[in-house]
């Protein structure tokens, strides 16, 4: 999704791309994609070929062969980040040791770092990283939801759902556990409500959310995608870690309520955060019985990504960091500084996880209502 977006923002610039790699499904389309070993003498040859100047890689082993490279071109290393090695097992010490060699001998020698959030920066141990923030407008912009789309006494349930992988190479940090917990605790509260859950995988992996009584949608079309995450009440992310949460950010972009645990770069993708699973609950509770309540966080949410996550900007901040257009000098990126981001994302998520933990969110929806008009006024007027 990255690279897609970012190549075809820089081909409208008039910067040529040409993608490398191992291998391909066919789904990108009128892009140059080629494959390539991650080897340094393939890539230069590559590179020498449709006459690259830079390099940036995305993922391992690419990381890798950077450092062989630079000098005869500009290389950088575009950093997702990669899940904690705590969360694994038997090859904790082979991810540890990736890890620290990045840190060691990959980092140090390249033009530069791109991290994908402030999170990133850091969790890869490498904080003078250059932050690119990615966009959420690649999906349908179908404006902010109205009352229609909160009925009020008609007896509805409750959409609540999740967008992940859901094979089990990923369950350890995408809390799937954690979503089968949510769906028990909201069935044993009484909620009139419907869990959903979306995402890759075969009709194996998806055999215990069929158990549970949860809706499960597999391997739907991007259309299909949008329908569901706009179809929604409540979008639920149980995950443990992200460097950027995009189903998150997608689901904010088509008017729905996101919310999400305080950890990873969460707290920089959604202002509405839970500490623990009896916040989360708390939360569908507080928006099962108030859909005026759900509906004012709905449209909190879809101005704050839609406002924040831009392709045009992370395209932008690439030409400027990269130098990819002749004339134009080296300038501050102008995506979200910390300042802004601890005055206004920080601040209200700290406040609401700290009234969650002392009077339940009924109470600290209510106490901070006053607040959240008054961050969306003050947006709103710049």
Request: some cysteine; overall charge positive.
């Amino acid at each position: 999704m990255v690279i897609d977006n970012l190549a075809r923002g820089l081909a409208s610039r008039g910067v040529a791309v040409t993608i490398g790699c191992v291998e391909q499904d066919g789904t990108m389309q009128g892009l140059d994609i080629r494959p390539v070993k991650p080897q340094a003498e393939a890539i230069a040859a590559l590179a020498q070929a449709v006459g690259a100047t830079v390099i940036v890689a995305h993922t391992s082993p690419f990381f890798e062969v950077l450092p062989a490279l630079q000098g005869a071109f500009s290389c950088w290393a575009w950093e997702h980040g990669d899940p904690s090695p705590a969360f694994f097992g038997s090859d904790r010490r082979m991810r540890e040791e990736v890890i620290r060699h990045k840190q060691e001998r990959v980092y140090p020698a390249l033009a530069g770092v791109v991290a994908i959030s402030e999170f990133i920066a850091h969790d890869i141990g490498w904080p003078q990283a250059q932050r690119i923030f990615n966009g959420c407008d690649h999906v349908p912009d179908r404006g902010s939801k109205g009352l229609q789309d909160f009925p009020l006494g008609d007896g509805a349930p409750l959409r609540i759902g999740t967008l992940m992988r859901i094979g089990r190479g990923e369950a350890r940090y995408k809390g799937l556990q954690s979503f089968l917990d949510l769906a028990a605790a909201v069935r044993a509260s009484g909620l009139h409500a419907d869990v959903h859950i979306m995402g890759r995988g075969t009709a194996e992996d998806a055999k215990p959310f069929h158990t549970a009584g949860i809706h499960t949608h597999l391997n739907a079309t991007d259309d299909e995608r949008a329908a569901y995450l706009r179809g929604l009440d409540v979008f639920v992310s149980p995950s443990l870690w992200e460097g950027c949460n995009l189903p998150l950010l997608e689901a904010q972009a088509l008017g729905t309520v996101g919310l999400a645990y305080d950890t990873g770069a969460h707290p920089e993708m959604t202002p509405l955060l839970a500490a623990t699973a009896r916040d989360m609950l708390s939360l569908v509770q507080a928006y099962a019985h108030d859909r005026g309540l759900l509906r004012r966080h709905s449209l909190l949410c879809y101005r704050f990504v839609r406002s924040t996550y831009r392709w045009s900007a992370a395209v932008d901040d690439t030409v400027r960091l990269l130098g990819l257009t002749a004339g134009i000098a080296p300038a501050p990126l102008h995506s979200r500084t910390p300042a802004r981001r601890d005055s206004w994302l920080g601040t209200h998520t700290r406040k609401l996880i700290w009234s969650l933990r002392a009077e339940g969110v009924v109470g600290a929806a209510r106490r901070t209502k006053a607040y959240l008009s008054y961050h969306m006024r003050k947006d709103r007027s710049g």
